[in-house]
Structures are given as C-alpha cells and as structure tokens.
C-alpha cells in the first residue's frame, strides 16, 4: 500500500528558507509523479510544485517559482521541497500526494492524485 509521509514544517520568518521531505512507502518511488499541495485557512488546496515519475518533468505554480524547488532522491524514496524567500502568504499546511498515472507528467490539479499524506504546517511570520 502506498504512504506518504510529511515532515520539515515549522515556524520561520519571511525571508527565510525550509526544506520539506515526502517520505514514500508501498511501491519505487519512480514510477509516480509526487506533488506537492498547500492549503490555508478559508482557502481551496493549491497545487505547489510536482516532479513527474520520470524526474523529467516539473511544475511550479507561478506564486513560488523561482523561490521553491522540487527534487526527489530515489535511494531513499523521498521527495523535497527546498522553499527560499518565504513569504507569509506562504504560511498553510503542505501535503505530498503520488498521482499513480504521472510517470511522463507533473500535473498540479489535485484531482490526478490518488494517494495523500497528512500534511505539515508552515508558518512565516516575525
């Protein structure tokens, strides 16, 4: 069965950087694309980034590109995602989610994902 995994969340301040992990479990993490997801108080989950099973696709929304970067290590079936130049509008709870389908894309609709993790919260404020 696949898991996912979240953790690196935390409470930092704009301008500064964090590094989540999505930790895989259940099946080779290369053959899924992995996404990430936010979702805020009040707000609908927002598609993040994704890497694509193949590692050669990758999306960013246009609220984090150049500030965010998804890279995944497959010796150790993880995803991450290295977030820089944090802004408190960037403050929600981050999910990894493998879409089953997505070795050639990296797709940021929520609806192309099968499996979710529990989520991580970051938080950016002084």
């Known amino acids: 069965q696949v898991q996912l995994v979240e953790s690196g969340g935390g409470l930092v301040q704009p301008g500064g950087s964090l590094k989540l992990s999505c930790a895989y479990s259940?099946?080779?993490?290369?053959?899924?694309?992995i996404g990430w997801f936010r979702q805020a108080p009040g707000k609908e989950r927002e598609g993040v980034s994704s890497i694509s099973g193949s590692g050669a696709s990758t999306s960013y929304a246009d609220s984090v590109k150049g500030r965010f970067i998804i890279s995944r290590e497959d010796t150790k079936n993880t995803v991450y995602l290295q977030m820089s130049s944090l802004k408190p509008e960037d403050t929600a709870v981050y999910y990894c989610a493998a879409d089953l389908r997505g070795y050639y894309r990296s797709s940021l609709s929520h609806r192309d994902y099968d499996y979710w993790g529990q989520g991580t919260q970051v938080t950016v404020s002084s």
């Open positions: 259940g099946l080779p993490l290369d053959y899924y694309a």
